[in-house]
């Protein structure tokens, strides 16, 4: 019999580097909410990949930035916590961006940690090639990475070989998870995550980092469907009009497509109901950190 090996990879990085994209990819399925705004990603995340004998367990974490409220500071936290006792620490980069402060800040702040590095340059369809080799001379500068990768996640470019060599590098163990789950998320949790998804792709400007989404009640039905009841929080009643639109549709809309998406990841008929809430500070209220799975931070 093969032996078995599971490990752990903490996916950090700046916000909208494509960790969580990264992470669906290599898991073969969506565990994470992907959207094209930064700092989508809130609470760490846990998906489960399996390549051959090896359980490889990618840390998800919030993109780490310069925090200005208590919400910012405890998505920091989260993702720090989310590197500790990693077997691999692997640091992702925009390929297309350049190398600011922001970057460098991260790669200065992880160069002394003990666990192996490994530099993911990504989008790699889409940034300039010589661009992509400064980018990674500048950083292996900085840390010494035991290993660079050119990747694109949204296309697969890289990554068959990427996943080949983490699983190599997996330590010898037993599994941590069954073979068919593919998160540690509950759910719950994850009912709240896709409605938040739609928040962020169907709303402008400020207003999806203004809100918050708690899933109030989850309960499956005789008939082997689930009924999900969610809150979503705002701040001000001006932002509720928005989410709810003019007559109600942007809730429909948001439903909708929230539906549509559980009922595909949970294999099961949803029924989502929704409710708009004016909570104002709602994120220096310690409960709904619990609810979002953040720590409370002083």
Not at 101 to 109: D, F, G, L, Q, V
Not at 144 to 160: N, R, V
Not at 235 to 241: D, K, V, Y
């Amino acid at each position: 019999m093969t032996e078995q090996r599971c490990g752990l990879v903490a996916v950090v990085g700046a916000p909208n580097a494509g960790k969580s994209t990264l992470v669906n990819a290599l898991v073969g399925q969506k565990v994470a909410i992907v959207s094209p705004k930064a700092q989508t990603t809130r609470a760490k995340l846990l998906g489960v990949a399996i390549e051959g004998d090896a359980q490889i367990l990618l840390v998800d974490t919030p993109g780490i930035f310069e925090p200005k409220r208590r919400l910012d500071r405890a998505m920091v936290a989260a993702a720090w916590e989310g590197a500790e006792g990693a077997d691999i620490l692997a640091l992702v980069v925009d390929g297309k961006g350049g190398i600011g402060p922001k970057i460098h800040a991260i790669a200065e702040s992880i160069a002394h940690r003990p666990e192996p590095k490994h530099l993911i340059l990504n989008k790699v369809d889409i940034a300039d090639k010589a661009r992509l080799l400064t980018h990674a001379e500048k950083l292996n500068e900085v840390v010494k990475f035991d290993e660079t990768w050119f990747i694109s996640a949204q296309t697969g470019d890289g990554l068959p070989q990427l996943k080949t060599r983490l699983a190599s590098l997996m330590p010898e163990g037993p599994w941590h998870y069954p073979e068919d789950q593919v998160s540690d998320a509950t759910e719950r949790a994850l009912a709240a995550e896709v409605t938040r998804e739609q928040l962020y792709l169907q709303l402008h400007a400020e207003l999806p980092y203004a809100s918050a989404v708690e899933t109030e009640a989850y309960k499956e039905r005789e008939d082997g469907s689930v009924e999900i009841h969610q809150q979503i929080l705002v701040e001000r009643p001006t932002q509720r009009a928005i989410v709810l639109g003019k007559n109600g549709v942007r809730i429909k809309e948001i439903g909708a497509r929230s539906r549509a998406q559980l009922s595909e990841l949970l294999g099961q008929k949803v029924h989502l109901y929704l409710h708009v809430k004016v909570k104002p500070g709602w994120d220096e209220d310690r409960s709904v950190y619990k609810d979002i799975g953040l720590d409370w931070v002083e």
